[in-house]
């Protein structure tokens, strides 16, 4: 048990949730642009907590940007 406890590792994922409550696991494709996909086995796995959550802003301010200029129709947010 004593292993167990020595081994272990989180890792965190971003989700993102719409305007109607749904929420999708981001994954990341080969060009590097986040999609929201439902395998959440498929998600972009992060080792700190502190990264994840500095991302999870980013992406919060660009998409609020995005929306404030018409690029984006709904309001989208993003959380660890």
Do not use: H
């Not at 494709?29 to 992060?46: C, E, H, L, M, V």
């Not at 919060?60 to 690029?71: D, K, R, T, V």
């Amino acid at each position: 048990m004593a292993n167990e406890v020595v081994n272990r590792k989180e890792n965190f994922i971003l989700v993102q949730v719409d305007s109607g409550d749904v929420e999708n696991a981001l994954s990341i494709d080969y060009r590097g642009q986040f999609f929201p996909s439902t395998n959440t086995s498929a998600a972009y796995k992060i080792d700190e907590q502190e990264k994840a959550e500095k991302l999870a802003q980013r992406l919060n301010s660009l998409n609020e940007l995005n929306y404030e200029f018409g690029i984006a129709k709904e309001l989208l947010t993003i959380k660890v």
